[in-house]
């Protein structure tokens, strides 16, 4: 008699998993057919299922990306994972090597090519599509060509993380941090920084599902707001220059915005700057002494000290005060 209900059980179970198979293989033509509309067509070669009986696992060889730029983009072999009890939370890994090239001349070369140790993705899905998308990337290395300076960037680890924000669940919460960066543009004797680049866009979570960067959420003057939350980079514990605060992006490409620019260790930077950058060895003392009239200065616990100075940014052009400091590049993005 167990046996019997043995029998009957792994039959049903594997009619579940055969039925599950179905929706599976069917939600992802959904989700690329949706992409498509949006302008970002998936493509790939030989797609797999597997994984019987306790999950599903997808392989697709020669994973394609086409987007509305009109950029090709190639990723190598894709292997997806999901738990039969929670389907909702997908692992994929991507063996690469990628590039970036144009989709329509492909005899130009790839603008961008770059591999890696272990490329892991999780994504997490709900009722109305994605919700939150992880990127961990071991040993990435990435090269530009087809420029003025051909660039060679390297790292120990690149995260990214793009989510829902819970309290509004259409704005886009978006962090970026590499761990060890070093590149050939940069000398051999600098230390490697780690980097961090977040911000918060609202309604920005269509741009992940494929919108355009035109249907986003304007001021009167046609500018895109956004928070730039932090943007750091550091060497160690010791030294680290940060920015943060409010910003527009306007539609010829600059950025205006009042940002609070934070320095731990300016004694540290200013040894790198007269050792690498003569030109601005005066920068550090300039910021120490406006720091003094215009910011703050205090000691952290470790005994190195940290100015913070208001920044004000103006169609480009920085200034602290009326201290010029600079003026941004252009941002250049379809659809601005």
């Known amino acids: ?114 591999s890696w140790e272990l490329a892991q993705t999780s994504i997490r ?67 490697l920084f780690d980097t961090v680049f977040q911000l918060r866009i609202a309604n920005g979570f269509q741009l992940i599902e494929g919108g355009s960067v035109a249907d986003l959420p304007r001021l009167e003057d046609g500018s895109i707001p956004f928070q730039l939350s932090r943007v750091s980079l550091a060497d160690g514990d010791s030294s680290q220059i940060s920015v943060s605060g409010e910003m527009r992006l306007h539609r010829n490409g600059t950025l205006s915005g009042d940002l609070e620019l934070e320095i731990l260790g300016l004694d540290q930077i200013s040894s790198l700057v007269e050792q690498h950058a003569p030109e601005a060895a005066s920068v550090p003392a300039i910021l120490k002494g406006a720091s003094d009239a215009l910011g703050t200065a205090e000691t952290a616990e470790n005994g190195v000290e940290i100015v913070r100075l208001p920044i004000t940014l103006k169609n480009g052009n920085a200034r602290i005060g009326f201290l010029p400091l600079g003026r941004l590049p252009v941002i250049s993005i379809p659809g601005l």
């Open 1 to 114: 008699m167990l046996g019997i209900i043995v029998i009957i059980g792994v039959g049903l179970w594997s009619g579940a998993w055969m039925y599950g198979r179905t929706v599976v293989a069917n939600q992802m033509d959904q989700q690329l057919a949706q992409m498509a509309e949006n302008n970002l067509q998936v493509t790939y070669r030989e797609r797999t299922i597997s994984g019987y009986p306790f999950r599903y696992e997808v392989r697709c060889e020669n994973v394609e990306l086409i987007n509305a730029s009109g950029q090709l983009i190639q990723l190598g072999k894709g292997r997806g994972v999901a738990l039969v009890y929670n389907p909702w939370h997908v692992i994929v890994e991507i063996d690469g090597p990628l590039t970036v090239q144009n989709a329509e001349d492909s005899s130009t070369g790839a603008w961008i090519s770059g």
């Open 125 to 191: 899905l709900g009722n109305d599509g994605l919700r939150q998308l992880d990127v961990v990337v071991s040993k990435p290395a990435f090269q530009a060509a087809n420029l003025e300076a051909p660039a060679d960037v390297r790292s120990d680890e690149l995260t990214l993380h793009m989510r829902k924000v819970p309290e509004t669940d259409a704005d886009l919460d978006l962090y970026v941090s590499t761990k060890q960066l070093s590149g050939q543009l940069l000398p051999d004797t600098l230390p």
